[in-house]
């Protein structure tokens, strides 16, 4: 079977067939051996929506063989909305219709996102129950790169106890070896020229202290607004202090602002965390608005998705992948970690929330550059 555009080889055994699949506070697939693939997913999901759909989910996993490369959550929205998710691609929300291109959301998540995001955790579920299967950890059968380390950058989050506390922290989380570092913007519009001048000056100060550091910076609160001339000034504002990207400028179904700013600017930009499936992405590709992809597994559709989003990117010049990662933090490296360096440069690291996950696979490389070591354990974990 092909699995993540790679072909398992070898005197391998029949796969044993699916014989369950339960929905609750995960999803739960169990083979006829009694093998079992877990994942409990995100907790912006709504796990509700496939529970619904059970009975037809079930004739469309139970019996099937687990590295059927059809078998994904693909498979089970386009056999529970037929055709829909291809809405994406020209602005609207796959499940109401509604316009959504170039639009504020009202929430960090479209309620149409989160059934996509259910789903995710069916494919990923899979995945896990592929690895335990083969006695492998998932990356090694995701892709063709089976890189046992993989570069991190630090997300250090808000510089919400003063600049001078934030150049400290950066200085010490740079001499550790966060030579990639990003901070989040907490001033938008509404806040005026005061909170535009905060924005800049945070990465004023953040050059200042690291001249040889990649600065990345989040737009985090500004992500909820449309106002594209703000985004352009101040990506214009500090496009002097030579940021390695900006995430988020604007709203996600933003694609005309984020192309005016792009073309306004010059700045790199990052976006994706946000997008659902493929299609939310093809048109910011089209654009050529964006230049780091971070579809995240858990919120995208899943694994199998994630790499369909590879092979989108990859027919986009000097366009990256770079996953947001969320909890349970365990999808986004093993994705990394399949891929070419070329194509997914680097592993996001949630100081806060992954920390006590991840923190004890860090190591510095040859250069100085902190790493993460993947697991060996089989399936996601």
Known sequence: ALVGGRRLVGNEPASPRIRDIRIDRGVSIETDDGTTGFFT?????????????????????????????????????????PGRAELFAVGQDPLTGESIANKVRNG???????????????????????????????????????????????RPGEANKGLAEARVRAREAF?????????????????????????????????EELPDGNLMFDNHSIRYFDDVEYSVKLCKAIAPFK????????????????AKIKELTGVSLAGGEHWYTRWSVKPFLERRCVDYVQSDPIWCGGISEWLKVCELVRQYRNVKV????????????????????????????????????????????????????????????
Not at 344 to 373: H, I
């Open 108 to 154: 960090r998540h479209l309620q149409s996102g989160r059934v996509f995001m259910a789903l995710s955790t069916v494919d990923i579920a899979i995945w896990d129950l592929r690895g335990k299967l083969r006695n492998q950890p998932a990356y090694q059968i995701m892709g063709p790169a089976n890189r046992e380390k993989v570069r991190v950058y630090w």
């Open 41 to 81: 997913g995100s907790r912006a999901q709504n796990l509700a929506a496939p529970g619904r759909h059970l009975a037809e989910i079930r004739k469309l996993v139970v019996g099937r063989d687990p590295f059927d490369v059809n078998l994904n959550g693909e498979l089970l929205w386009e056999s529970i909305y």
């Open 243 to 258: 940021p390695f990207w900006v995430e988020e400028p604007i709203c996600p179904e933003h694609v005309d602002g984020y």
């Open 322 to 381: 770079v996953p947001h990662i969320t909890s349970p933090w365990v999808a986004a490296p093993h994705c990394v970690a399949s891929q070419g360096e070329d194509l997914c440069p680097l592993l996001e690291f949630n100081y806060e929330g992954g920390r006590e996950a991840l923190e004890e696979r860090m190591s510095r490389a040859a250069d100085g550059g902190v790493v993460m070591t993947m697991p060996q354990s089989p399936g996601i974990s």
């Open 175 to 207: 001499d550790r070896g966060y030579h990639y570092q990003k901070w989040y913007f907490t001033k938008s519009a509404k806040d005026g020229v005061a909170g535009l001048k905060e924005n800049i000056e945070l990465v004023r100060v953040l050059r």
